[in-house]
C-alpha cells in the first residue's frame, strides 16, 4: 500500500511520496524546471501590415505618385505660393479627401505640395477648406 503513494518526479526522476493524488513533482524548483522546458511560447504569425490588395494599391500609387510630381504643373507647392509668395518645389502628395479605399489613386483630390506647405494644410484646416485643399 506504500508503494501507491510513491511516484517518481517528472524532472529529476527522484522518487518521492505523493501529498495530493496528482502530485507529479518532488519540489517546486522541479515543477519551475519542467514548466520552463515544456513552455513553448506561441509562435504566432504577427498581423499583416497591409493586406494584399491594399499592397498592390499601395504600389500603384507609388508608380504615379513619382509621375505626378514630375508633371510640370506640379513642380511647384501651390500652398507657399498662394499664402506667402514663396516658390518651393513640392515634394509631396496631398489627398484632398482622404486616402481611405479607392482614393488613394484617385488624381482627382491630389494635390503637389511641399512639405511645409502640406503641414501647413493640417495645421490650419479651416483656412485649407475656404481656399479648396481639404474637402
Given at each position: 500500500?506504500a508503494?501507491?503513494?510513491?511516484?517518481?518526479?517528472?524532472?529529476?526522476?527522484?522518487?518521492?511520496?505523493?501529498?495530493?493524488?496528482?502530485?507529479?513533482?518532488?519540489?517546486?524548483?522541479?515543477?519551475?524546471?519542467?514548466?520552463?522546458?515544456?513552455?513553448?511560447p506561441?509562435?504566432q504569425?504577427?498581423?499583416?501590415?497591409?493586406?494584399?490588395?491594399?499592397?498592390?494599391?499601395n504600389?500603384?500609387?507609388?508608380?504615379?505618385?513619382k509621375?505626378?510630381?514630375?508633371?510640370?504643373?506640379?513642380?511647384?507647392?501651390?500652398?507657399?505660393?498662394?499664402?506667402?509668395?514663396?516658390?518651393?518645389?513640392?515634394?509631396?502628395?496631398?489627398?484632398?479627401?482622404?486616402?481611405?479605399?479607392?482614393?488613394?489613386?484617385?488624381?482627382?483630390?491630389?494635390?503637389?505640395?511641399?512639405?511645409?506647405?502640406?503641414?501647413?494644410?493640417?495645421?490650419?484646416?479651416?483656412?485649407a477648406?475656404?481656399?479648396?485643399?481639404?474637402?
Amino acid at each position: 500500500m506504500a508503494q501507491l503513494n510513491k511516484r517518481k518526479c517528472k524532472t529529476c526522476s527522484e522518487v518521492f511520496q505523493k501529498r495530493a493524488p496528482l502530485d507529479m513533482f518532488c519540489s517546486p524548483t522541479c515543477a519551475i524546471e519542467y514548466k520552463k522546458k515544456s513552455s513553448n511560447p506561441s509562435k504566432q504569425k504577427p498581423i499583416k501590415q497591409f493586406s494584399d490588395k491594399r499592397k498592390k494599391r499601395n504600389a500603384a500609387y507609388l508608380e504615379a505618385r513619382k509621375i505626378f510630381l514630375f508633371e510640370d504643373k506640379n513642380k511647384f507647392c501651390p500652398v507657399l505660393a498662394e499664402l506667402f509668395n514663396r516658390k518651393e518645389y513640392a515634394t509631396e502628395i496631398h489627398h484632398t479627401n482622404g486616402r481611405e479605399n479607392d482614393r488613394l489613386n484617385d488624381r482627382e483630390f491630389w494635390i503637389a505640395v511641399s512639405r511645409e506647405g502640406h503641414q501647413w494644410i493640417h495645421a490650419n484646416p479651416k483656412l485649407a477648406r475656404e481656399k479648396g485643399w481639404l474637402i
